[in-house]
């Protein structure tokens, strides 16, 4: 990773930073963006120190990546943006680093499960790897951690259970969890057990019916009796308040319902996803990035959220090609465009002050943790959601 030098990243960043600003603000175009982002994961490169070790957020005041190990649960979004940057450039080097960090998580694949994020970690680096290479061996892993994730299922509550490390409550069930099956999905259709698909649709429904409050807005986390399958209460964890409508929390919500449209052809999951979209969409702020939480009382002296803006945007992009009504389809392409407009203006794009692509991310506030910084799921998503803009033609 040490050969893209500190010079070629300094002359990249001016020649693509200065044009992108001026224009950002006005109207999106979406290769200059990515021109951008390709020239920040470069730049990055030479700065980071192994392949086991994975780049997650910038502190304030700092230039490079803090890392995390192979199990942390972010490990997978910096070979997915690496397999996204070579996705549109076909730059061979940057294929390279994607197969190598890549290929750190497979000992995930073969590890009982101790996280419920292995669909983050492995179907955003295996599964962007295999579905732009077509390597067998990521076919496999991709299997094995299928396999491994669907132990945490348990049939009597109807979910895969969350943070089965946190003894806080017998069975918890997070609504990031929506954002992992994907991968069980994808498994039953390719060579997996097709119990993989039962289990991810079962998962969705229990959700839908215990994480999804009246208005549409969304618990963080659900606790059931493991035993009973009873469901005991909704709470928050990096909310606000239980209560409250955390503004990421909302959004994996967005994703993971159609996501489960898309594989299901399930009305109900698409009736879901929309009502989802649309609360979202009608509480969001003038410039469309949410705070952090839509009911901190301290709003706008609040921190932003970008991470929620990206996957939001990629989102509804998503779920703009799935809706029978051509004026919700329109809706939600507006949205989308109009957050990553913003987000591809100097108030949220990195430039020069550090080497993430996205600034102005909450991670945990409750915590402290993570506030008010890059953090690397924020580049990922909104990657993602630009290459889905550049498909669709928009």
């Given at each position: ?32 963006v ?19 070790l ?42 390279e ?11 995930i ?5 101790n ?7 492995m ?5 962007n790897g ?7 061996k ?18 009597v ?10 003894p ?12 992992n099956?994907?991968l ?50 909704g ?13 990421r ?11 489960c ?12 996803a ?24 301290d709003?706008?002296n ?23 009504d ?21 108030r949220?794009?990195?430039g ?10 909450t ?32």
């Amino acid at each position: 990773m040490q050969n893209l030098v500190k010079p070629f990243r300094i002359l990249l960043l001016a020649i693509g930073c200065v044009g992108l600003l001026s224009m950002a603000s006005t109207k999106l175009n979406t290769d200059k963006v990515l021109e951008y982002c390709i020239g920040k994961v470069k730049g990055s490169l030479p700065f980071l120190e192994t392949y086991d070790l994975f780049p997650r957020n910038i502190p304030e005041g700092q230039q490079h990546w803090e890392s995390t190990k192979v199990t942390g649960w972010t490990s997978g979004f910096w070979p997915g943006v690496l397999w996204y940057s070579y996705e549109f450039s076909q730059d061979e080097s940057l294929k390279e680093e994607a197969e190598k960090y890549t290929e750190a998580l497979e000992i995930i694949s073969k590890s009982p499960a101790n996280d419920h994020d292995i669909g983050f970690m492995m179907y955003c680096s295996y599964g962007n790897g295999y579905r732009l290479t077509g390597n067998p061996k990521y076919k496999e892993v991709l299997l094995a951690s299928a396999d491994t994730l669907a132990t945490l299922y348990n049939p009597v509550v109807g979910t895969i259970h969350s943070w089965p490390s946190k003894p806080q409550y017998p069975h918890n069930t997070i609504i990031d969890n929506m954002m992992n099956l994907e991968l069980l999905y994808w498994a039953a259709k390719n060579g997996g057990d097709r119990e993989l698909a039962d289990i991810a649709t079962r998962h969705a429904e229990v959700s839908m019916e215990n994480l999804i409050r009246d208005d549409y807005s969304i618990y963080h986390l659900a606790s059931f009796d493991d035993v009973t399958g009873e469901f005991l209460e909704g709470k928050t964890h990096q909310g606000y308040a239980d209560e409250s409508m955390w503004a990421r929390g909302q959004t994996w919500g967005i994703y993971g319902f159609t996501i489960c449209y898309r594989e299901t052809q399930e009305e109900k999951f698409l009736e879901t996803a929309q009502k989802l979209a649309d609360h979202f969409i009608e509480r969001l702020p003038k410039d469309k990035v949410p705070y952090w939480d839509f009911d901190d009382p301290d709003i706008p002296n609040v921190p932003k959220d970008a991470s929620a803006a990206a996957i939001a945007s990629s989102a509804l992009l998503e779920l703009s090609q799935l809706v029978h009504d051509k004026k919700k389809e329109k809706e939600y392409q507006k949205v989308a465009i109009s957050l990553l407009t913003e987000l591809s203006t100097d108030r949220y794009l990195a430039g020069d002050k550090n080497d993430a692509i996205l600034l102005h991310s909450t991670g945990h506030m409750p915590k402290k943790s993570e506030v008010d910084v890059p953090i690397v799921y924020a580049d990922y998503y909104f990657m993602e959601a630009l290459l889905k803009l550049k498909k669709m033609g928009l």
